[in-house]
């Protein structure tokens, strides 16, 4: 079974890992996130469904898409919205060298500088990462995980099981993924708008990280 909330022990054991994002008791604050872009066709949607709910989100991309499509990163920034580090070539952690993984996320963070654009962060691709890596990268910034993920990458889940499970578990301070990539997109074009506005009814106000 597909697991879209975050056991409540898992931040427990990685503690030094961002699993969400506590609001000042005045805010109601939730951080939508998309992975794995940006894509053309697919981040351009994202971004025109922000904008209708006049919100903002954060972009952990990958470092190759941002060389392929320079102009789309720079929209997203330039949207006011935040961009982070996924790695170069979305690198699995637990099938490479140590040195091989550092410097994977080393070449994506060239990619940010060389286009004047600041990371808030690392996301590791998968959610894979192993203490000896988080100790050496956290070094260079925070590292973001999330609190609920909505799988819509998930070819065997169905947009409704996604709604259904995820709205429930929504509240202030979540982190969420989602992808803004070919993969997901087939969900992603009916969940978004349906998780956009949910958050607007029940008084969210989305932040980028």
Avoid at 102 to 124: H, Q, Y
Wanted: aromatic letters at 12%; charged letters at 15%.
């Amino acid at each position: 079974m597909f697991i879209h909330r975050l056991p409540s022990f898992v931040p427990a054991i990685l503690p030094n890992l961002i699993w969400e994002k506590k609001a000042v008791a005045t805010e109601n604050k939730v951080y939508f996130t998309f992975d794995d872009g940006p894509s053309p066709e697919i981040t351009n949607f994202v971004l025109e469904e922000l904008d209708k709910f006049q919100a903002k989100a954060t972009f952990f991309c990958i470092g190759k898409n941002m060389r392929s499509f320079p102009d789309l990163a720079q929209t997203v920034h330039a949207a006011g919205h935040s961009l982070g580090n996924h790695t170069m070539n979305h690198v699995n952690a637990w099938k490479v060298s140590h040195e091989a993984y550092l410097a994977n996320k080393m070449a994506c963070d060239e990619v940010f500088s060389e286009m004047g654009i600041s990371s808030i962060g690392f996301r590791p691709p998968y959610g894979r990462v192993n203490r000896a890596l988080i100790n050496q990268v956290a070094v260079f910034g925070p590292i973001y995980m999330w609190t609920l993920l909505t799988g819509d990458y998930n070819s065997s889940l169905s947009h409704v099981s996604i709604t259904k499970n995820c709205l429930k578990n929504i509240q202030a301070g979540s982190i969420i993924v989602f992808h803004d990539s070919q993969k997901a997109y087939p969900h992603l074009k009916i969940i978004l708008p349906e998780f956009l506005a949910y958050c607007r009814d029940n008084g969210f106000q989305l932040s980028a990280l």
